[in-house]
Each structure stands twice: as structure tokens, then as C-alpha cells.
């Protein structure tokens, strides 16, 4: 069993409210859910850079509208191809160091978008949504 400590904290009238409404939204006591908000604005992120790390951590005070946005946020078509470009390329004949260090940031910006991405959506479906059409469609 997982030792607990207790903490009194004064919430303002409407912030209780809005942890009451989505406690009983998600059958939860307004004490689960408070230190399952808690979680979620405190994730492990010991592994990313300390920028992105902050990041991710700041997701879980956003919006419904404001996740939905990020869920559905993708690179951009001009880096995307670029990335294919210097993909192709490196396989072909190489890339200059140049070249190299651009397909990696490229590559650091692809990480990022598909990391704010899936917390995104984990935080949706966590509040209550139905992320089904986030997901990529499988052929049948």
C-alpha cells in the first residue's frame, strides 16, 4: 500500500464546483479527483528536454476546445515533406552535415508534435471524450 499524506487546500467557490461536477462526471470522489488532476499535471517526464518536459505538463490546465486543437495539430506539410525529401536522400547518396542537422531538428519537431498529440488525447478521453475519430483509420 502506497503511503498517503493529507493536505488541506482553499479552493474558490467555482474551482470546487467545476472538480464536483467532473468527479461525478467521471464517478469519482471530488478527493480521487483532485489527486487524479494532480497526477496528470504532475507526469513523469524525467526523460524529455526540460522545455518540452514543461510543456506537456502545462496541457492538463487547457481546455477541452484547446486539446481538441492540439490533438488535431500536425507538422506541417512543407516539414513534412522536407523530412521525406532528406529521407530519400540519405538513402540514395547521403546528406551534407548540413543536411544532417536539419532533417534532425526536423526530426525534433516531428517528436514534439506527436508527443503533444497522444497527451492530447489521453487527457480527452481521461475527460470523457471520444477521441475514435483522432485515431488513425485501419483498412479493412
Known amino acids: 500500500m502506497q503511503a498517503t499524506q493529507r493536505v ?10 467545476q472538480v464536483q461536477d467532473r468527479a461525478r462526471r467521471l464517478h469519482r470522489s471530488v478527493e480521487g479527483e483532485v489527486v487524479a488532476l494532480l497526477a496528470a499535471a504532475l507526469p ?5 528536454p526540460a522545455p518540452l518536459a514543461d510543456e506537456m505538463a502545462q496541457l492538463v490546465f487547457l481546455s ?9 495539430s500536425e507538422l506541417s506539410l512543407a516539414d513534412n ?9 540519405r538513402q540514395r547518396v547521403g546528406l551534407s552535415r548540413r543536411e544532417e542537422e536539419e532533417a534532425d531538428e526536423l526530426l ?3 517528436d514534439r508534435s506527436m508527443l503533444l498529440h497522444a497527451q492530447s488525447m489521453a487527457l480527452l478521453k481521461e475527460r470523457g471524450h471520444d477521441i475514435s475519430l483522432l485515431l ?3 483498412p479493412q
Open 64 to 72: 477541452d476546445a484547446e486539446l481538441w486543437r492540439t490533438a488535431r
Open 136 to 138: 488513425p483509420s485501419v
Open 81 to 89: 515533406e522536407r523530412m521525406q525529401e532528406l529521407a530519400y536522400k
Open 108 to 110: 525534433v519537431r516531428y
Open 8 to 17: 488541506t487546500v482553499q479552493l474558490p467557490a467555482t474551482l470546487y464546483r
Open 44 to 48: 513523469t517526464l524525467d526523460d524529455l
